[in-house]
């Protein structure tokens, strides 16, 4: 307290000799930090991201607030405060990750302040902005070109010296959130991919998804030898043989009609042709999953009509395996038994009997490891037992693998592309001995450059960026440094960056709304549509409400991110603050996104010779699925802040 006091009124006898007479001083860590939007993690006062003492480059600061790229910070000063000073860099507990981070001050929307970027181990950078007559101050934190892995950012000893009226934290009011999709009709519709990939002799599963009153008649023309129909629920099963692609013809009927589609079934070397789409556990539940909330799960996609519209996946996340050294006799105990087959905690008591139950729903199911000795949160994995596991996780009867880095990095201390590669050459040869169809899921965070080598490697997709939290900067951080990486996906393998983080969410086992608004939730499923991502829901699906289910059941934007042809999209515009993205479509069409990052609406236009195009368009807005008119050179919209539109061209 005494070298608060001192540094206080050290603050004070400058600013005194400076103005002739005392300001007040407000240190940054005293506003209410909770308004302050940030990439990854919670800001603290006074101590790192990580919660630890603020130090960078060895030296300790007592005051500040620890935050993360890319971060935002808005105060009202109503134009009655003289100064803002701090000091920045990046903390010593990034762990020599390699960060890079610019810091960024605006005063009434004009750039004031702009570090250099700087890096690990570097000294703190003095930041000193006069604010004579500023009503609105902006604090930013950015990543240095390279995302946001491991940014660490301290703004040390930061204060805003003021007379009058004390500044504020701004408070952006969240707007209610507003319903695009159309409710399903009460007559037939088959949706989901139009191509499904299965291996010869390999245990085939698939649901028929379909909206419409029930009850539902299902049949199939053209189905490869070996598999079969079950015309009540409408899941085909078995095993082909014989390689080849397959026309079908699908039929769905009630009292009120009859609806087709034309799917092909390719029996070959490749699987997920389109990206997956079901539920992840972790963005929920975290290591608080049991069997029950899995199950649970595997109702709610049934219940809600999530699995009408395509989503098929059910995928337990880390901490279904033994801790070792836990206290807890329901987590700790022996990793392995007697023949060195991985056991599961008590939370997961009989793992067949739970795949059999969600397998009898026609739904897949995924199961997570890692190529070290340990998971990320600490529960055996694979190392040096792959094959081992691959074939228990097959006799599991998993369809999917999610394959996290995390402790390989402490026998890859300083890996190499070749280090970085090899765990998962080993795993996914332990796969391909394993008589089952396993997506594979590689998770290393987009170091060496993944999307580069990914495929070569047998993955189906691979995590290009850290974890995603459910906020602003962190969605839009990630999504939008998707550019670039298109030129690496296509059918059967994708770039992931990661799950999604609408509805309920929080890490377990406390849960809350997220943090993202209707305009940013519409954004976040926008754009990993358009870049062919898979789509993975990380919230609890027993709490699904209209809005959440308005986001995740519209055919027409998921037909986008399923469509057969497999192109990731491209960025054709970045000015202004607003960006166009572009996906080519198998039937010749082109899905445009129109996004506006900025923190005003903006009109967004898109010119045909941008994207190759010319003469009359019909435009579509997939969202409200209700065609806009023609268009012969360009298309504009008023896009609302962190906003997107999401339209099909097509050459009439």
């Known amino acids: ?134 009503k609105l101050l902006e604090l930013m934190v950015e990543d240095g070109g390279d995302g946001i892995g491991w940014d660490h950012a301290d703004w040390a000893d930061a204060f805003i010296l003021y007379r009058g009226v004390k500044p504020t934290a701004r408070v952006t009011p969240k707007p209610e959130p507003y319903v695009l999709t159309p409710s399903p009709r009460p007559e037939p519709r088959i949706n989901g991919a139009r191509i499904y990939g299965g291996r010869p002799g390999r245990p085939f599963l698939y649901r028929i998804p379909a909206t419409g009153e029930r009850p539902m008649k299902f049949s199939a023309s053209g189905l490869p030898a070996g598999l079969e129909l079950d015309g009540n629920s409408g899941i085909i099963s078995g095993k082909a043989d014989a390689k080849g692609t397959y026309p079908v013809t699908l039929t769905a009927a009630n009292r009120l009609g009859a609806a087709t589609l034309l799917f092909k079934i390719v029996i070959g070397d490749q699987i997920a042709l389109t990206p997956p789409l079901g539920w992840n556990s972790w963005n929920c539940f975290a290591c608080a999953v049991d069997d029950r909330q899995v199950r649970s799960a595997a109702q709610a996609l049934i219940a809600s009509g999530l699995a009408d519209h395509g989503w098929s996946y059910i995928n337990i996340d880390d901490c279904w395996a033994i ?83 995390c402790s390989y990095g402490e026998i890859a201390r300083q890996p190499s592309l070749e280090d970085y590669q090899k765990p998962y050459h080993v795993m996914r040869a332990a796969l391909d001995r394993a008589d089952r169809d396993i997506v594979f899921s590689l998770c290393q965070y987009g170091m060496g450059e993944v999307w580069k080598w990914g495929a070569e490697v047998g993955g189906n997709s691979w995590r290009t960026t850290g974890d995603i939290v459910d906020s602003w900067s962190s969605m ?70 209209a809005f959440t289910l308005n986001l995740l059941t519209n055919d027409e934007v998921l037909a986008v991110n399923q469509d057969p042809l497999g192109v990731q999209a491209s960025r054709v515009k970045q000015h202004g603050g607003v960006e166009v993205w572009v996906k080519k479509m198998e039937d010749g069409s082109l899905a445009v996104g129109l996004f506006n990052p900025n923190r005003e609406k903006s009109v967004v236009s898109v010119d045909w010779n941008s994207l190759g195009i010319s003469g009359g368009q019909t435009v579509r807005d997939l969202w409200r699925q209700k065609d806009l008119g023609v268009y012969r050179d360009r298309f504009s919209r008023e896009v609302p802040a962190h906003g997107a539109c999401l339209v099909l061209l097509r050459q009439i």
């Open 1 to 134: 307290m005494q070298k608060k006091l001192l540094i206080i009124l050290a603050v004070n006898l400058w600013a005194g000799a400076l103005f002739g007479q005392a300001p007040d001083t407000l240190w940054l860590a005293d506003l209410d930090l909770s308004q302050m939007e940030i990439g990854w993690g919670e800001p603290h006062a006074n101590r790192s991201i990580e919660g630890k003492t603020i130090t960078i480059n060895g030296r300790i600061f007592e005051h500040g607030v620890g935050t993360h790229a890319v971060s935002y910070y808005a105060i009202n000063l109503d134009g009655e405060a003289e100064r803002f000073k701090a000091m920045v860099g990046v903390d010593d507990d990034a762990n020599q990750q390699r960060p890079s981070i610019q810091f960024l001050v605006h005063a009434d929307r004009r750039q004031v302040f702009k570090s250099p970027i700087l890096h690990f181990r570097e000294a703190a950078f003095p930041v000193e902005v006069d604010l004579q007559g500023v």
């Open 323 to 405: 801790k070792p050294g836990d206290a807890d006799p329901g987590l700790g105990g022996r990793e392995r038994d007697s023949q060195g087959r991985i056991r599961t905690n008590a939370k997961f008591p009989d793992m067949r009997a739970l795949t059999d139950y969600i397998h009898g729903l026609g739904l897949k199911t995924g199961i997570y490891s890692s190529p070290g000795p340990l998971t990320c949160a600490g529960y055996a994995a694979s190392y040096q037992h792959e094959e081992q596991d691959a074939l228990q996780f097959a006799e599991w009867g998993f369809d999917y693998l999610k394959y996290d880095w």
């Open 476 to 545: 839009s951080g990630i999504g939008f440094s998707q550019a670039g990486h298109e030129w690496h996906a296509g059918p059967g393998h994708w770039n992931d960056p990661d799950m999604l983080v609408v509805g309920y969410v929080g890490w377990g086992p406390n849960l809350h709304p997220t943090r993202l608004t209707a305009d940013e939730q519409y954004t976040h499923i926008t754009l990993w549509s358009l870049l062919a991502s898979p789509l993975l829901i990380g919230c609890d699906l027993t709490r699904l409400d």
